[in-house]
């Protein structure tokens, strides 16, 4: 099956920093790759996603980029804010599994004001 | 997006015993899912829920531990059975549409085997 390393595990920086969160995904047919963010005690929720057709997308302070050929797709968040100290988590989904979605391992992101 | 409600949110069970957890959408939903997050670690996908039919399990997960029902497009329970203290753990529902399509979860079931 799929699977996805995540890195860094922790990752603290100023506010007003940017962020980034690398990982990489061992199924080279996976197509879809969505970033969820997590709160202490809170389910995860989407913040972004992007598919195998494109190579980057952005929304406003957020944004994506996938390499199909190098297997990884990273999160960029600039002017970082305390309120987006959460846990982020990157997914891969290969085709043929029924939308199935296979997690890394995590990143703990502190904005320090 | 669907309105996720999971049921109970959390529970102290005695070890040795079964507790179902519910899973309920305010929309039909083509795909159920349900995941296992253990204290401070990642979402692991335990199996999809396939209305109508036998879930469909990922390797280290069995129906006889956790059977798994979804009677329709709407709602799903996860039991998780014969509970040790290993089993302590937050249990989430997703729901998504089809490929390519992100999933939404539920708030999670806190579970503590005691």
């Known amino acids: 099956g799929e699977n996805v390393e995540q890195h860094p595990s922790t990752l603290s920086v100023q506010e007003g920093d940017s962020a980034v969160i690398k990982c990489t995904y061992s199924?080279?047919?996976?197509?879809?790759f969505p970033w969820y963010k997590q709160e202490l005690g809170k389910r995860p929720q989407l913040i972004i996603d992007?598919?195998?057709?494109?190579g980057e997308k952005k929304d406003q302070r957020i944004a994506v980029t996938l390499n199909k050929t190098a297997k990884h797709f990273s999160l960029h968040i600039t002017e970082t804010q305390p309120e987006d100290s959460a846990v982020y988590f990157c997914?891969?989904?290969?085709?043929?599994?029924?939308?199935?979605?296979?997690f890394g391992t995590g990143t703990s992101l502190t904005v320090i004001p | 997006s669907a309105v996720i409600s999971q049921k109970p949110s959390r529970d102290i069970c005695q070890r040795g015993t079964s507790l179902t957890i519910q899973c309920q959408v305010d929309?039909?939903?083509?795909?159920m899912f349900w995941y296992r997050q253990q204290p401070g670690q990642s979402l692991t996908l335990i199996a999809t829920?396939?209305?109508?039919?036998?879930?469909?399990?990922e390797s280290g997960f069995v129906i006889d531990k956790f059977p798994i029902s979804r009677p329709n497009l709407t709602f799903s329970t996860l039991t998780v059975s014969n509970m040790s203290p290993e089993d302590s753990s937050i249990y989430l529902c997703?729901?998504?549409?089809?490929?390519?399509?992100?999933?939404?979860f539920g708030d999670g079931t806190r579970l503590s085997i005691l």
């Open positions: 992007i598919r195998s057709n494109v």
């Open positions: 929309s039909q939903v083509t795909m």
């Open positions: 997914a891969a989904s290969p085709p043929n599994t029924g939308n199935q979605f296979y």
């Open positions: 997703s729901v998504g549409g089809e490929r390519d399509q992100p999933q939404h």
């Open positions: 829920a396939n209305q109508g039919s036998e879930a469909t399990y």
């Open positions: 199924d080279s047919a996976s197509n879809y």
